[in-house]
């Protein structure tokens, strides 16, 4: 495939699907990045099969260098000066980057954060925004040494149709559509960044908050607890890691059930799809039918 020209030569750093996401929209408004730089192909599945990561392939379909750095040191800086870019951009990497590296383009390196910074700066924006019923936003900021904590380039809130605190959106779901706004407000922004039209604002300290890494633990759910809580917990971890719970059944054995939807009728709290171990979907009726 011939490669695009784009309207400003940059590198985009990123690796999983809210990168491509995020490249898709660039890509739309002639935004195409002169390099790639994502994670390692990593083993997956049973066969531990090596895996490119959803930016790679992105990537290499539209016919993109891509560099897969072990190290982001000067050895990866000297690889990068073959590149005349002007900027870099950075969505969903998943490593930190160092100074020796986002300083290196003249127009800095830019991210963009899916939450309305300074709330929610970490690793999971996305999962809290709904754990939280947080204000739905995207932020492009300029990296900097502290984890989002670079000055802010450009903000905007976004709506999610038949969203509300009583029914949070799902996680892949805002995802997607945080992505699309992302790199289209990035699309807005460039020119007039590159061309110094745009001056960053710090962020407030006094405002911030921050979430953690998820761990797969933070998914269980008790039938019993806050029901507004337990349906979060399920659109925010739809994907991964899935919110689930422990059901003893009538033969006394515990059976892991991960639960891909609910509902809230009078106050109550119920499962509607699951998922039990070694199963296939079903309706939550039908697993009662054969455990309760």
Not at 23 to 52: C, H, I, M, S, Y
Not at 70 to 78: G, I, P, Q, T, V
Not at 169 to 193: K, N, Q, T
Not at 209 to 236: H, M, Q
Request: proline share 7%; charged share 25%; glycine share 6%.
């Amino acid at each position: 495939m011939q490669k695009e020209k784009s309207k400003i030569p940059f590198v985009f750093f990123g690796t999983s699907a809210f990168s491509v996401g995020v490249l898709n929209a660039l890509k739309e408004k002639g935004f195409v990045p002169l390099a790639v730089v994502t994670r390692e192909d990593k083993p997956q599945g049973r066969g531990l099969e090596l895996t490119p990561s959803e930016t790679k392939i992105w990537a290499t379909i539209h016919g993109l260098p891509v560099l897969q750095p072990a190290r982001l040191d000067s050895e990866f800086a000297f690889q990068l000066s073959t590149f005349n870019f002007q900027l870099f951009v950075v969505a969903s990497y998943g490593k930190i980057i160092p100074k020796e590296i986002f300083g290196l383009p003249p127009r800095k390196t830019l991210n963009v954060h899916p939450s309305l910074l300074p709330k929610l700066r970490g690793a999971s924006p996305i999962q809290n925004t709904i754990l939280q019923s947080e204000e739905i936003g995207i932020t492009i900021m300029e990296i900097s040494e502290k984890m989002d904590e670079g000055p802010i380039v450009a903000q905007e809130k976004v709506e999610i149709k038949d969203a509300s605190p009583n029914n949070p959106p799902r996680a892949d779901i805002l995802e997607e559509l945080l992505a699309r706004s992302g790199g289209e407000l990035l699309a807005r922004i460039l020119p007039d960044w590159v061309e110094g039209k745009i001056k960053s604002v710090a962020q407030d300290e006094s405002q911030a908050t921050y979430c953690k890494k998820i761990e797969k633990l933070d998914a269980e759910i008790n039938l019993f607890g806050d029901p507004l809580e337990n349906l979060r917990k399920i659109r925010a971890y739809f994907g991964w890691p899935d919110a689930f719970t422990i059901f003893k059944n009538k033969y006394g054995k515990e059976v892991r059930v991960i639960i891909k939807d609910a509902e809230i009728k009078d106050g109550v709290f119920s499962p509607t799809r699951v998922v039990p171990a070694g199963k296939r979907e079903m309706d939550w009726d039908e697993f009662l039918r054969g455990n309760a």
